[in-house]
């Protein structure tokens, strides 16, 4: 049975990003990620890095160059609408560099190609996690192929569905209330004019009590769109979410006297619709220490994603904790323990703002919840 110092459960930002602080600071680390090959889907859209998180781990890191040569410029403009199209706020980007946006899948080629060879195992999926008995701290960890390997610290990068949790915690997400519907447009200046017109050149929120529109102007030319819809969780059970055009027709009805143009954002989608449904940890979610184990990112505190929150937290988990191990030396609890110790009040306090702001952008009277936040602290925007 082959014998990892360190093993990190999931490929995805936070855990390449705990693997690339670790490297540059002489440390290695082996992923295990459950996709086939980095090729193996599209990972999503625009990404807000914060000053005072994500972009504090991507120099971590030692990356910041790299990270802002594929920024795209003006993408931190905001626009707010209610259903008929009317702009009720406009915020053009300033160019102050507070939450530039890159696009995710390339912040996640940025990761992967400073890692050495051999670092991510692809293919690799994790069904089962155990201690090691009579040797503290280690665990053992199977593999869907059957494999098998041990570590004496074992990282839980997962997501919300975290195979590793279990070991700390038996916490499990519980649905927001909220389901996203995901869809693209293509090429959106040529094909697509009007959708393009109305959401600008970044960010637009078009909102009306139980429903919300998301979509972001994407640095390839599309636009990037989250439907969202307060309903109950079963819902999913009574559509067949594989018949495109069915799926499209039901989500227009609910959008009957909306904008036109913020309509075909789902209408004229390129493609098929991806459903999400929002799911949370409890506020405040922790756990007393496990030797030889720790979580980050969404494996240790997955939110509902209106606090701008999820990735920046993840890979700053990822910086922090790494900078932990590096800290203690030959000492894994100390590193875990300080790691923790800082890691909670923060995640705590991300959660709450986003369960909040849920509240807010789905309010019988929204959009007015969000313009009045923007009012107060209009550097937020």
Do not use: C
């Not at 040569?69 to 009720?88: N, Q, S, Y």
């Not at 991510?120 to 960890?141: I, L, M, Y």
């Amino acid at each position: 049975m082959k014998h990892y110092p360190i093993a990190i459960i999931g490929g995805g930002l936070g855990g390449l990003t705990a693997a690339r602080v670790l490297h540059v600071n002489g440390i290695e680390a082996k992923i295990f990620e459950n996709e086939p090959n980095r090729q193996a889907r599209t990972q999503g859209g625009m990404l807000d890095i914060h000053a005072d998180s994500g972009q504090l781990a991507i120099r971590a890191a030692e990356l910041y160059d790299e990270f802002l040569a594929g920024v795209t410029p003006g993408a931190e403009a905001l626009r707010i609408a209610d259903r008929t199209g009317t702009v009720l706020l406009e915020a053009p980007d300033d160019g102050e560099m507070e939450r530039p946006e890159i696009d995710r899948g390339l912040l996640r080629n940025l990761l992967l190609d400073s890692l050495p060879d051999g670092t991510v195992n692809w293919g690799s999926r994790a069904t089962a996690v155990h201690p090691v008995a009579g040797h503290p701290g280690r665990h053992e960890v199977e593999l869907a192929d059957g494999t098998r390997f041990t570590t004496d610290l074992l990282i839980g990068a997962d997501g919300a569905w975290s195979h590793v949790r279990p070991l700390v915690s038996a916490a499990l997400p519980a649905y927001s209330g909220i389901s996203f519907i995901e869809a693209d447009l293509r090429d959106a200046l040529s094909k697509h004019p009007a959708e393009a017109a109305i959401v600008g050149d970044g960010l637009l929120f078009a909102l009306d009590g139980d429903i919300g529109v998301i979509a972001h102007h994407e640095g390839d030319g599309s636009l990037h769109t989250y439907l969202g819809y307060r309903i109950d969780e079963d819902w999913v059970n009574r559509v067949d979410l594989a018949d495109t055009t069915a799926l499209k027709a039901l989500l227009l009805d609910l959008m009957g006297g909306w904008d036109d143009a913020i309509r075909g954002l789902i209408g004229n989608a390129d493609g098929q619709l991806t459903v999400r449904p929002i799911n949370a940890l409890p506020v405040g979610h922790s756990w007393d220490r496990v030797p030889g184990v720790t979580l980050l990112g969404d494996a240790a505190h997955v939110m509902s994603p209106f606090g701008g929150e999820g990735a920046n937290l993840a890979i700053y988990d990822a910086s922090q904790l790494a900078l932990a191990i590096v800290a203690h030396p030959g000492d894994v609890e100390a590193a875990l323990g300080a790691y923790e110790a800082e890691m909670f009040p923060r995640a705590t306090e991300s959660a709450a703002g986003s369960a909040a702001n849920l509240e807010l952008i789905f309010a019988p009277d929204a959009p007015q919840g969000l313009l009045g936040m923007f009012a107060q602290a209009p550097e937020a925007a």
